[in-house]
T-cell receptor, first 115, second 116 residues
Framework: ETGVTQTPRHLVMGMTNKKSLKCEQH?????MYWYKQSAKKPLELMFV???????ENNSVPSRFSPECPNSSHLFLHLHTLQPEDSALYLC??????????????FGPGTRLTVL | AQKITQTQPGMFVQEKEAVTLDCTYD???????LFWYKQPSSGEMIFLIY??????QNATEGRYSLNFQKARKSANLVISASQLGDSAMYFC?????????????FGAGTRLFVKA
């Protein structure tokens, strides 16, 4: 595998379910990100991890819980979601977060539908 | 105020012609970076091109070039010889200093349709 992979690609869940999204990067990067992309809205940064430590949480509701066990893996645990949480969730990674030229590379996303 | 503005929600271009996608940005910093990404219907955001604020020459990557006009704060993407596979959403982004580090802000995107 190369680049940034995400599983599953599609997920349908009820509001009472618990599920997890997985992201894996094979680029040797040190930073990982979760973004939410809703229809007709700009990309929203949710969480940032740098060397496994969470460095940003942009006022994300607690029903979204990230986990970063190492620099290559990032999870987003979901529980008691709302229909408005339906969106494309994109994972990204970058080499050096504290650099102006740092470029983020994205995975294919998980299309989440909450019923 | 919008930090990144992409005024064209949708654009059409004939195959093999060139197209310009507009992007203007707002920052008071002297050091910043500008990016363009392509998002096909499959969902993945693909990095296309980068321009630094101090770069004197416009960035080019294959059929992509960035028309950087610093005084006007614009960073338009030019795609030459459009191909059907260029049909996608295109996002402009700016990276700037923030709170002792940096942050990247994305525009709302422009959907490009390439006609055969």
């Amino acid at each position: 595998e190369t680049g940034v992979t995400q599983t599953p690609r599609h997920l349908v869940m009820g509001m009472t379910n618990k599920k997890s999204l997985k992201c894996e990067q094979h680029l040797g990067h040190n930073a990982m990100y979760w973004y939410k992309q809703s229809a007709k809205k700009p990309l929203e940064l949710m969480f940032v991890y740098n060397f496994k430590e969470q460095t940003e949480n942009n006022s994300v509701p607690s029903r979204f819980s990230p986990e970063c066990p190492n620099s290559s893996h990032l999870f987003l645990h979901l529980h008691t979601l709302q229909p408005e949480d339906s969106a494309l969730y994109l994972c990204a990674s970058s080499y050096q977060r504290d650099s102006l030229t740092d470029t983020q590379y994205f995975g294919p996303g998980t299309r989440l539908t909450v019923l | 105020a919008q930090k990144i503005t992409q005024t064209q929600p949708g654009m059409f271009v004939q195959e093999k012609e060139a197209v310009t996608l507009d992007c203007t940005y707002d920052t008071s910093d002297q050091s910043y970076g500008l990016f363009w990404y392509k998002q096909p219907s499959s969902g993945e955001m693909i990095f296309l091109i980068y321009q630094g604020s101090y770069d004197e020459q416009n960035a080019t990557e294959g059929r992509y070039s960035l028309n950087f006009q610093k005084a006007r704060k614009s960073a338009n993407l030019v795609i030459s010889a459009s191909q059907l596979g260029d049909s996608a959403m295109y996002f402009c982004a700016m990276r700037e200093p923030y709170d002792g580090g940096f942050k990247t802000i994305f525009g709302a995107g422009t959907r490009l349709f390439v006609k055969a």
